[in-house]
């Protein structure tokens, strides 16, 4: 069972470790080591800063409890929290403050180290059964290292961390199909994150240009066969392209846009909520506001009184 939260979806944490198992206070550290993954469970107890972390994998790391500051690739240091997923490439170093850590408030985080060949024939598989297209690949983005655990992945890394805790004699071969349904959710999820920042177009010019016509017209509604001439697909082929580069659906990414346009619009100024969703081309402003609460966990009403000086 994982449980929503407004900017990601928090895993179920596993039991800390008992007081007398302790070794340090301080990133306190439990190993469970597979075939192709090792599960790391650190534990701290509390305040620390600028504590040094680095693994000679790849890891995909993930906040169970607490706060972190974490420190990446020389940029400024960003809050860590629950919800929310980094990947962190090998021989990279982190360094991680605790600012709010205690005995009565630990802080808990898991890191999957995963073992470089496997992450190839990972990707290799993919490229040949599911090639993209010319000079396009399956791969994982190393600039697009944050980012808010969707249903999906946080259900990968929970069966995960279920495995590696388990004593079932199959759990090496569980674990490498869930290695790859993971790795698949990760590069959909980072390619969603570059559509949303503007930051496809090296790296996907197919879908460039179609991320691009949905932004300028997300104040319309968008028709799904204008979609699929601007990709240069029928509809069934654009659907399916879709899918399957970003893990959603069209609709719902243009609906992820429209919600996003919405915040900005009600951010800061006065303005009526029927006016935003007329704004952003919505019939129903009821439609619009249940939308905006399934979104947000919170009615544009609401919202609006949280942002407005």
């Known amino acids: 069972m994982v449980m ?20 340090t206070l301080v990133e306190n550290r439990t190993i469970h080591t597979l075939n192709h993954c090792e599960l790391n469970l650190f534990e701290t107890y509390q305040e620390a800063q600028l504590v040094p972390l680095k693994f ?7 906040m169970l409890r607490g706060k972190k500051v974490m420190h990446l690739f020389d940029k400024e240091g960003f809050d860590y929290l ?75 890394i929970q069966k995960l961390i279920k495995v590696c805790l388990s004593n079932s004699v199959t759990k090496d071969i569980i674990a490498d199909l869930t290695l790859q349904e993971m790795l698949i959710q990760i590069i959909q999820l980072q390619t969603q994150k570059g559509a949303q920042d503007n ?34 697909m029928s509809t069934t ?25 919405a915040k900005a619009l009600l951010s800061g100024q006065n303005i009526h909520v029927n006016e935003v969703s007329y704004e952003l081309g919505f019939e129903d402003s009821n439609y619009f506001i249940r939308l905006f609460k399934k979104h947000e ?13």
């Open 4 to 23: 929503a939260l407004k900017n990601g979806i928090i895993l179920n944490a596993p039991e800390l470790s008992k007081e007398n198992s302790l070794k």
């Open 56 to 62: 000679n994998d790849l890891v995909v790391t993930s």
């Open 82 to 156: 629950p919800g929310e997923t980094v990947i962190v490439p090998s021989n990279v170093e982190m360094k991680i403050d605790f600012p709010e850590a205690s005995k009565q408030n630990p802080t808990q985080c898991l890191a999957l180290a995963l073992d470089h060949s496997k992450i190839s024939e990972i990707l290799n598989l993919l490229n040949e059964k599911y090639p993209k297209g010319q000079d396009e690949y399956w791969q994982l983005n190393a600039n697009n290292y944050f980012f808010y655990n969707n249903i999906e992945l946080a259900a990968s």
């Open 199 to 232: 930051t496809l177009t090296d790296s996907n010019p197919t879908l460039s240009p179609i991320i691009a016509y949905i932004k300028a017209n997300i104040n319309n509604n968008i028709n799904m066969k204008k979609l699929s001439d601007v990709a240069c």
């Open 237 to 261: 082929a654009f659907h399916r392209f879709f899918k399957r580069e970003l893990g959603i659906t069209p609709i719902e990414f243009i609906l992820q846009e429209k919600i996003k346009m």
């Open 297 to 309: 966990g919170i009615t544009p009403k609401q919202y609006q009184k949280l942002t407005v000086n």
